[in-house]
T-cell receptor, first 115, second 116 residues
Framework: GAGVSQTPSNKVTEKGKYVELRCDPI?????LYWYRQSLGQGPEFLIY????????DSGLPNDRFFAVRPEGSVSTLKIQRTERGDSAVYLC?????????????FGPGTRLTVT | AQSVTQLDSQVPVFEEAPVELRCNYS??????LFWYVQYPNQGLQLLLK??????LVESINGFEAEFNKSQTSFHLRKPSVHISDTAEYFC??????????????FGRGTQLTVWP
């Protein structure tokens, strides 16, 4: 079956603009995660959904970042008033359930560049 | 709090040589341990994992890692590397309690480069 997909693959935007990044998880996976990977770093946790609700959003850096998963499948990460420091690869992952023992399957990522 | 330390940012080795990529973690609760691999221009893929039971876990392509609770380590080893093993390797921890629930904490990664 299909893996996790993310769109767009690349996004270039100007400082101050609003962007939306989309994630399509593996069908049937109830848990969905967003991570951010800056150059030379490992992925950093942003938010975790179990079903439609955000079970843990403690990784969101500030209130410019927001994510939704209204029907428990597709998720959108929204960034308002983008800053150059937001430039990174944004990774989405899904797993069968939310426990730590379940394998997380990663998408290819969206490379965001803020100019 | 949980954290993962990968002691080497880059490891260059010659083909057919053995390799060890080091990973240490700190956690106040029981954890699950993972190694992910990222080949050039590809996404993260799970290489192997420790959940419970035998402390030595193996991957299908010859890598192995041993969970050492007393040393809080989960080093990755391969007795003979191939050029195709060239990739970035990430160690990660997760768990089932509190702030470890579900989320992965990653190290900074180790770039393994295998030379002919």
């Amino acid at each position: 079956g299909a893996g996790v997909s993310q769109t767009p693959s690349n996004k270039v935007t100007e400082k101050g603009k609003y962007v939306e990044l989309r994630c399509d998880p593996i069908s049937g996976h109830t848990a969905l995660y967003w991570y951010r990977q800056s150059l030379g770093q490992g992925p950093e946790f942003l938010i975790y959904f179990q079903g439609t609700g955000a079970a843990d959003d403690s990784g969101l850096p500030n209130d410019r970042f927001f994510a939704v998963r209204p029907e428990g499948s597709v998720s959108t990460l929204k960034i308002q008033r983008t800053e150059r420091g937001d430039s990174a690869v944004y990774l989405c992952a899904s797993s069968l359930s939310g426990g730590g023992r379940y394998e997380q399957y990663f998408g290819p990522g969206t490379r965001l560049t803020v100019t | 709090a949980q954290s993962v330390t990968q002691l080497d940012s880059q490891v260059p080795v010659f083909e057919e040589a053995p390799v060890e990529l080091r990973c240490n973690y700190s956690s106040s609760v029981s954890v699950y341990l993972f190694w992910y691999v990222q080949y050039p221009n590809q996404g993260l893929q799970l290489l192997l994992k420790y959940l419970s039971g035998s402390t030595l876990v193996e991957s299908i392509n010859g890598f192995e890692a041993e969970f050492n609770k007393s040393q809080t380590s989960f080093h990755l080893r391969k007795p003979s590397v191939h050029i195709s093993d060239t990739a970035e390797y990430f160690c990660a921890v997760s768990g089932d309690r509190g702030s470890t629930l579900g989320r992965l904490y990653f190290g900074r990664g180790t770039q393994l480069t295998v030379w002919p």
